[in-house]
């Protein structure tokens, strides 16, 4: 049967995926380069990882999309409360120095 492959992830593969990514974690973090590139490099990095672990540890791959957007909920939020928020926390940093 052709959809045995599908349901069942190659583990091994993912780890060796996870352990890749983590080396170039620790390649990016002692690299000389600007700290803000470099936080974006990690960041980057990360959220890969994130995406892996999931996608196949947690079967998401596998599960119905309504399962899939019900995970990724939570993280729009709060994307969209920090984009909300932001001008009424950058006025009162910006205000409070103005003050002193």
Avoid: C, Q
Wanted: charged share 10%; no cysteine; aromatic share 12%.
């Amino acid at each position: 049967m052709a959809t045995e492959a599908h349901d069942h992830p190659n583990y091994m593969a993912i780890f060796w995926w996870l352990l890749g990514l983590t080396i170039a974690e620790l390649a990016v973090a002692y690299m000389p380069m600007p700290k803000s590139l470099m936080i974006a490099g990690l960041v980057s990095l990360a959220v890969a990882k994130a995406t892996l672990v999931a996608m196949y540890f947690m079967h998401l791959k596998f599960e119905r999309r309504t399962l899939g957007l019900i995970a990724l909920t939570p993280p729009i939020l709060l994307m969209m409360f920090v984009v909300i928020t932001y001008p009424d926390t950058a006025w009162r940093f910006v205000s409070g120095l103005a003050g002193h």
